[in-house]
């Protein structure tokens, strides 16, 4: 296991001495080292594919190589590519933004959703009525859920989804 407090004094540490140094490249695969709240290593799994975008606007693909135990909120994950992309051979540090996990479907602001007649779903403007549709949510945050759009999912593309609005005609 990776303890949290040798990570933290391996990113205190400044590269020394002379600027026309180089980084060995095992079989052209990168590794990069990040501390990410323990939450997220429920999201992910040893084995699983993520894709990092750098500050420069690259995107590269990685798997998840090692995922420590969680200390004060926080875990080290390890990520391998083989994908070469800016400046790697001369920086340190690199700030990226990783995505664990993605989600394919209808992106609607979670404060759209109601249940009804014990249905989860949508209220949906046409014309002047107010229908509501069922939905299938494959994912939810505090402000955005993802509805799978097929299955048990009603909803339509282009369908007007009332995200703010009365709806005293059918809570009576």
């Known amino acids: 296991n990776f303890p949290k407090n040798e990570f933290d004094e391996l990113m205190k540490k400044e590269?020394?001495?002379?600027?026309?140094?180089?980084?060995?490249?095992?079989?052209y695969?990168?590794?990069?080292?990040?501390?990410?709240?323990?939450?997220?290593?429920?999201?992910?799994?040893?084995?699983?594919?993520?894709?990092?975008?750098?500050d420069k606007g690259e995107i590269i693909s990685g798997?998840?190589?090692?995922?420590s135990n969680p200390e004060e909120?926080?875990?080290?994950?390890?990520i391998s590519s083989d994908r070469d992309f800016f400046n790697i051979g001369s920086v340190r540090k690199l700030n990226v933004n990783i995505v664990f996990n993605r989600y394919k479907?209808?992106?609607?602001?979670?404060?759209?959703?109601?249940?009804?007649?014990?249905k989860y779903g949508v209220f949906v403007e046409?014309?002047?009525?107010?229908?509501?549709?069922?939905t299938e949510v494959i994912y939810s945050d505090e402000e955005q859920t993802v509805v799978k759009p097929s299955g048990r999912t009603e909803l339509k593309l282009y369908d007007n989804v009332l995200v703010e609005g009365d709806l005293s005609e059918f809570y009576n």
């Open 15 to 27: 590269t020394e001495g002379n600027k026309d140094e180089c980084k060995i490249v095992d079989n």
């Open 63 to 67: 798997t998840v190589e090692y995922i």
């Open 126 to 134: 046409s014309g002047n009525r107010l229908s509501f549709k069922e």
């Open 105 to 118: 479907g209808y992106v609607i602001p979670s404060e759209a959703f109601h249940m009804y007649k014990d």
């Open 73 to 78: 909120g926080e875990c080290i994950i390890t």
């Open 29 to 54: 695969n990168w590794l990069l080292m990040c501390k990410v709240p323990s939450d997220y290593a429920l999201v992910t799994a040893i084995g699983k594919g993520v894709e990092m975008t750098t």
